[in-house]
């Protein structure tokens, strides 16, 4: 079923992004659509001020981290936000079931229904799908530094070798429902909704799962039973990694985690920011206005 808006809509595209050249080639056919190349930097500022003017619906072209600046603009604003996915995992779009075919993509832009998602916030950065803290920055940071090089799945195996092999524990408070838990963990992970840790679908979205902020937290110990625990989770699922000491895991509204040190680097839907501590995480429940299936 379609909504009545007033078209052509506005389709913001970054024109810094590798991918912004098959989004202008994509949208230079669809007449539904009024082509809006922008710097990322002035990506937030141009989506509040559409969102202000009473635009209905907005395209935004691009990955994950696009998409996540245009839904911090956007979110708790009655303007909703269509996606053309045009990152390497658009891990946002296929929870959502948004096609990344560009043609399929416009068609749903234009015709689909908006309907209202959970985000995440910590201390008040929206994320959408997760925020990680400890290894996975740091294997973040090394796929970065290589990508250029090797390209992205090949720095991918590499960056993963190398942060399992300098594998360190951090001391991390987490309150949970007004409850301290202290761990010594090598990651913590949190995602917005229920999460799979099970192939094919490792950290996508759980169809019709839990809503509220899934955290995982891996206890500190010897690397081989950590390996074996991850092992466990990827073959037989969650469930039978959580009954063990080494993995603990919660669906909640809200959490704080605190840490012995102050600007800490943390991974926010694939991108390292760096955040004071402690950091506050919270769901908001419906805040975002989304055109998916």
């Known amino acids: 079923m379609s909504e009545l808006h007033v078209l ?7 024109s ?50 696009t998409i996540a600046t245009a ?16 990152g390497t995992l658009n891990h946002f779009a296929r929870d959502l079931g948004i096609p ?7 068609e749903l832009a234009t015709r689909g229904r908006a309907t209202p ?9 929206l994320f959408l799908n997760t925020s990680t803290l400890g290894a996975y920055v740091r294997f973040v940071r090394m796929r970065d530094a290589m990508e250029h090089r090797l390209g992205y799945w090949l720095a991918s195996v590499v960056a993963g070798v190398r942060a399992m092999a300098s594998l360190r524990s951090y ?17 913590l992970f949190i995602g917005v909704g229920e999460r799979e840790l099970q192939f094919p679908k490792l950290g996508g979205r759980v169809q019709e799962g839990r809503r509220g902020l899934h955290v995982l937290v891996v206890r500190g110990g010897p690397f081989r039973r950590l390996l074996g625990v991850a ?7 969650l469930r039978p990694a ?52």
């Open 71 to 86: 839904a911090s603009a956007l979110a708790g604003t009655q303007t909703a936000l269509a996606v053309l996915p045009g």
């Open 231 to 237: 092992l466990l989770a990827l073959v037989r699922g």
């Open 16 to 65: 810094r992004a590798g991918s912004a050249d098959k989004a202008r080639e994509a949208l230079a056919d669809a007449s539904a659509f009024e082509l809006r190349a922008t710097e990322p930097e002035r990506l937030d500022d141009e989506l509040r001020a559409i969102a202000a003017a009473g635009t209905q619906r907005v395209l935004v072209a691009g990955g994950d981290g």
């Open 242 to 293: 959580s009954r063990t000491y080494w993995l603990d895991e919660f669906i909640v509204e809200r959490c704080r985690v605190e840490i012995p040190r102050h600007g800490v680097a943390v991974a926010v839907d694939g991108e390292v920011v760096t955040l004071s501590a402690p950091f506050e995480y919270r769901l908001e429940r419906d805040a975002l206005r989304v055109v998916r299936p």
């Open 100 to 106: 990344t075919d560009a043609a399929q993509a416009l």
């Open 171 to 187: 001391r991390v408070t987490l309150e949970v429902e007004g409850a301290e838990r202290t761990y010594r963990t090598p990651v």
């Open 117 to 125: 998602v959970d985000v995440g916030y910590v201390n008040d950065r």
């Open 8 to 14: 052509p809509l506005p389709a913001f595209v970054n």
